[in-house]
C-alpha cells in the first residue's frame, strides 16, 4: 500500500481534458514539493512536473500541477493517445526520511 | 548531455548474489545523488534509497533497509544496488535516477535493469 494515495485509472477522449489526484499527509505532500512521472508502455519513468508546478524543459505546457494542502493534482489538456501511460505523483516524507511514490494512475484516452 | 546508462538483465537463482550498476556521464557525478526504485512486474514504484557519491552519505527506505547495499565510486562516476542473497520476490525492473537535493525531483533516470530470480 502506497504513503501516497492515486485513482488506479482515468479515462477521456482525445482532446479533452483529465486531472489526476495525489493525497498524502503533513509529512509528505503537505511540507514537502510534489514530483509528477509519466511512465509510457515498456519504458524508464520521465520527469513531467517538479516542485508542484514546473515543467523541465522540453515538456508540453499542455501539463500542469498544483498542490493545496495535502493533495496535489496533475492535469492534462488536449489529450493525445500518445498521452497513454501510467503517472505517479512523488515527493520527500519527512517522517520516513525517504522518498515515496503514489501507486500510479493508468490514462485511457478513449 | 546527462545520461545514466545502467547494467543489463540478470536472471539468478535464490540464495546468490548480485550488484547491479549505474553510470553517469555528462554532469558532475559527486554532486547529485543517485538513487534507486524498485518496480515489480505490473506494480508502481517503489523508492529504495540513494547515495551522495561526494560523501557517500546513504540513506534507505526502511522497507529496504538492511535487504539491500547502496554503494558509489566517484573515480568511475558509478552508483551500484547489490544483493547477498537473492529471493524471488525480488525479481523485478530497477531503476536508478538522480536528484540535486535529497528533497527535489528524479530527473533523470536510467533506462532500467531487469532482475530475474528463479530456480
Known amino acids: 500500500q502506497s504513503v501516497l494515495t492515486q485513482p488506479p485509472s482515468v479515462s477521456a477522449a482525445p482532446g479533452q481534458k483529465v486531472t489526476i489526484s495525489c493525497s498524502g499527509s503533513?509529512?509528505?505532500?503537505?511540507?514537502?514539493?510534489v514530483s509528477w512521472y509519466q511512465q509510457l508502455p515498456g519504458t524508464a519513468p520521465k520527469l513531467l512536473i517538479y516542485e508542484n508546478n514546473k515543467r523541465p524543459s522540453g515538456i508540453p505546457d499542455r501539463f500542469s500541477g498544483s498542490k493545496s494542502g495535502t493533495s496535489a493534482t496533475l492535469g492534462i489538456t488536449g489529450l493525445q493517445t500518445g498521452d497513454e501511460a501510467d503517472y505517479y505523483c512523488g515527493t520527500w516524507d519527512s517522517s520516513l526520511s525517504a522518498g515515496v511514490f503514489g501507486g500510479g494512475t493508468k490514462l485511457t484516452v478513449l | 548531455e546527462v545520461q545514466l546508462v545502467q547494467s543489463g538483465a540478470e536472471v539468478k537463482k535464490p540464495g546468490e548474489s548480485l550488484k547491479i550498476s549505474c553510470k553517469g556521464s555528462g554532469y558532475s557525478f559527486n554532486t547529485y545523488w543517485i538513487g534507486w526504485v524498485r518496480q515489480m512486474p505490473g506494480k508502481g514504484l517503489e523508492w529504495m534509497g540513494f547515495i551522495y557519491p561526494g560523501d557517500s552519505d546513504t540513506r534507505y527506505s526502511p522497507s529496504f533497509q538492511g535487504q539491500v547495499t547502496i554503494s558509489a565510486d566517484k573515480s568511475i562516476s558509478t552508483a551500484y544496488l547489490q544483493w547477498s542473497s537473492l529471493k524471488a520476490s525480488d525479481t523485478a525492473i530497477y531503476y536508478c535516477a538522480r536528484r540535486r537535493y535529497s528533497i527535489s525531483s528524479d530527473d533523470y533516470w536510467g533506462q532500467g535493469t531487469l532482475v530475474t530470480v528463479s530456480s
Open positions: 503533513s509529512s509528505n505532500i503537505g511540507n514537502n514539493f
